[in-house]
């Protein structure tokens, strides 16, 4: 499968590292990491984990697997502590449809007991609720993504009463035609601006064979929240550690503002070693930017 050049690395780099150095006097030290870069190891030992994220200069985490008012196999309320007592903000939180068969038994999706998932993430301190995948099963036509977008829209009114903000997370699989329209382009058409966001998947949109400089140009402001998550140089299947590979992160940074960014996570699905050697090196490539 042919691959097109996800940035040109000439002058546009360069003016991206300056824009960069802009946007980032604001975000200093607010490096996020997505815990789901950490599930072999986090569920054995939560408070190490944490620890350890935070003694890595992570000051910020993106929480996953929320079911039945826990995370981690904590109650989300002791959680919260754990983390403001490690000086960790949890500013989002990754959850499903609850739609498929595997996951209707789930309590906390967007389909069972969201109220309750939403007052839990409004005590965590969250910012965003995250729809985090589609399932297979899910999203056949174009027709289910239509009423994925209105269950999101409606799963937002909930959100915005507790003051946080609704997002949609990507794969690859959303940029896929339907009757010659793209899944994405259709999502940014039905979900509703005022209440919903995008967390742009970097990889993702790259391995789509997609642009993300183009959306941001696209849709202004509506890319809230971005993965930081880097690949290979030259097998795009792989996934190496952030500022490793071949994605352009100083000439994304740089349009940062255009973007409508607020947080941004480092997040690795495999590592080249292992998942805490891969925080690390990540977060210190990172820190080069910032």
């Given at each position: 499968?042919?691959?097109?050049?996800?940035?040109?690395?000439?002058?546009?780099?360069?003016?991206?590292?300056?824009?960069?150095?802009?946007?980032?006097?604001?975000q200093?030290?607010?490096?996020?990491?997505?815990l789901?870069?950490?599930?072999?190891v986090?569920?054995?030992?939560?408070?190490?984990?944490?620890?350890?994220?935070?003694?890595?200069?992570?000051?910020?985490v993106?929480?996953?697997?929320?079911?039945?008012?826990?995370?981690?196999?904590?109650?989300?309320?002791?959680?919260?502590?754990?983390?403001?007592?490690?000086?960790?903000k949890?500013?989002?939180g990754?959850?499903?449809?609850?739609?498929?068969?595997?996951?209707?038994?789930?309590?906390?999706?967007?389909?069972?007991?969201?109220?309750?998932?939403?007052?839990?993430?409004?005590?965590?301190?969250?910012?965003?609720?995250?729809?985090?995948?589609?399932?297979?099963?899910?999203?056949?036509?174009?027709?289910?993504?239509?009423?994925?977008?209105?269950?999101?829209?409606?799963?937002?009114?909930?959100?915005?009463?507790?003051?946080?903000?609704?997002?949609?997370?990507?794969?690859?699989?959303?940029?896929?035609?339907?009757?010659?329209?793209?899944?994405?382009?259709?999502m940014?058409?039905?979900?509703?601006?005022?209440?919903?966001?995008?967390?742009?998947?970097?990889?993702?949109?790259?391995?789509?064979?997609q642009?993300?400089?183009e959306?941001?140009?696209?849709?202004?402001?509506?890319?809230?929240?971005?993965?930081?998550?880097?690949?290979?140089?030259?097998?795009?299947?792989?996934?190496?550690?952030?500022g490793?590979?071949?994605?352009?992160?100083?000439?994304?940074?740089?349009?940062?503002?255009?973007?409508?960014?607020?947080?941004?996570?480092?997040?690795?699905?495999?590592?080249?070693?292992?998942?805490?050697?891969?925080?690390?090196?990540?977060?210190?490539?990172?820190?080069?930017?910032?």
């Open positions: 499968m042919k691959r097109r050049e996800f940035i040109q690395q000439t002058a546009m780099a360069a003016a991206g590292a300056l824009a960069l150095s802009s946007f980032s006097f604001k200093k030290s607010e490096i996020g990491l997505q789901y870069t950490l599930r072999d986090i569920n054995k030992d939560v408070k190490g984990t944490l620890e350890k994220v935070a003694a890595l200069g992570y000051q910020k993106e929480a996953y697997g929320y079911n039945d008012g826990k995370l981690f196999g904590m109650a989300a309320k002791e959680f919260a502590a754990l983390a403001k007592s490690l000086k960790l949890v500013t989002s990754h959850y499903l449809l609850g739609k498929s068969d595997s996951t209707k038994a789930m309590k906390g999706t967007l389909l069972n007991d969201w109220e309750r998932a939403v007052a839990d993430a409004k005590e965590v301190g969250q910012e965003y609720m995250i729809l985090a995948y589609l399932i297979a099963d899910e999203r056949k036509s174009l027709d289910d993504y239509k009423r994925i977008c209105e269950t999101i829209n409606k799963a937002a009114e909930v959100c915005k009463k507790n003051g946080i903000r609704m997002g949609y997370h990507n794969h690859e699989f959303e940029f896929e035609k339907f009757d010659g329209q793209v899944a994405y382009d259709l940014l058409k039905e979900l509703d601006p005022k209440n919903v966001s995008m967390e742009l998947d970097l990889y993702w949109v790259n391995y789509a064979n642009n993300a400089l959306y941001f140009a696209k849709y202004p402001g509506r890319f809230e929240q971005w993965h930081v998550k880097d690949m290979d140089k030259t097998d795009p299947k792989k996934q190496v550690d952030v490793t590979g071949r994605i352009d992160f100083a000439a994304l940074f740089a349009k940062a503002k255009q973007s409508g960014l607020k947080h941004f996570y480092v997040e690795q699905e495999a590592y080249p070693v292992s998942p805490m050697d891969s925080i690390e090196k990540s977060i210190a490539n990172v820190k080069k930017w910032i």
